[in-house]
T-cell receptor, first 114, second 114 residues
Framework: GENVEQHPSTLSVQEGDSAVIKCTYS??????FPWYKQELGKRPQLIID?????GEKKDQRIAVTLNKTAKHFSLHITETQPEDSAVYFC?????????????FGRGTQLTVWP | KAGVTQTPRYLIKTRGQQVTLSCSPI?????VSWYQQTPGQGLQFLFE???????NKGNFPGRFSGRQFSNSRSEMNVSTLELGDSALYLC?????????????FGPGTRLTVT
């Protein structure tokens, strides 16, 4: 099955700085890559996703890049704010027999210091 | 639209008992996936139901089972509870087709087994 690795496990940045979280995947059939943000005691919230036919996607301060050849994708958060502090999860899925299944990374605890 | 709802939000059970958790997806969504979240193992896929049929299954013992009703609501059942089953159980709903891959999570059910 798919194996998703996520780094770093913890990340501390100063408010206003950028944060980058990286994930790698093993299954070349994976073609959908969502990112979730989970604040303490809350549900994971879908913040952005990318499909394998696209190399980059942006939504305001958040961007995701995908390198299919290297099988890695990254989340970029610019101008970080204290409310960006949360655990971020990357995930991967394919459209074959495991269409509805997401394979998650272990998460990155992001702390933004004011 | 109302979001994904889960009941109950908290449960305390003793070893050997069984438990049933419920998930109501977003209106119009036909797919419901269940995940177990623990600090040690992260987010692990249990199973996915689509149009009342189990479409995918993760690597969990047969004590974990589920079903989906004609209105897309889903239940999962855990029999003969073990201490290691203590976790946050999350369900996620989606349209379930290849064009619409986004999964939206419910708030979860926190299960504690004593």
């Amino acid at each position: 099955g798919e194996n998703v690795e996520q780094h770093p496990s913890t990340l501390s940045v100063q408010e206003g700085d950028s944060a980058v979280i990286k994930c790698t995947y093993s299954d070349s059939a994976s073609n959908y890559f969502p990112w979730y943000k989970q604040e303490l005691g809350k549900r994971p919230q879908l913040i952005i996703d990318i499909r394998s036919n696209v190399g980059e996607k942006k939504d305001q301060r958040i961007a995701v890049t995908l390198n299919k050849t290297a099988k890695h994708f990254s989340l970029h958060i610019t101008e970080t704010q204290p409310e960006d502090s949360a655990v971020y999860f990357c995930a991967a899925a394919d459209r074959g027999s495991t269409l509805g299944r997401l394979y998650f990374g272990r998460g990155t605890q992001l702390t933004v210091w004011p | 639209k109302a979001g994904v709802t889960q009941t109950p939000r908290y449960l305390i059970k003793t070893r050997g008992q069984q438990v049933t958790l419920s998930c109501s997806p977003i209106s119009g969504h036909r797919s419901v996936s269940w995940y177990q979240q623990t600090p040690g193992q992260g987010l692990q896929f249990l199973f996915e139901y689509f149009s009342e049929t189990q479409r995918n299954k993760g690597n969990f013992p047969g004590r974990f089972s589920g079903r989906q009703f004609s209105n897309s609501r889903s239940e999962m059942n855990v029999s003969t509870l073990e201490l290691g089953d203590s976790a946050l159980y999350l369900c996620a709903s989606s349209l379930g087709d290849r064009a619409s891959r986004e999964q939206y999570f419910g708030p979860g059910t926190r299960l504690t087994v004593t």
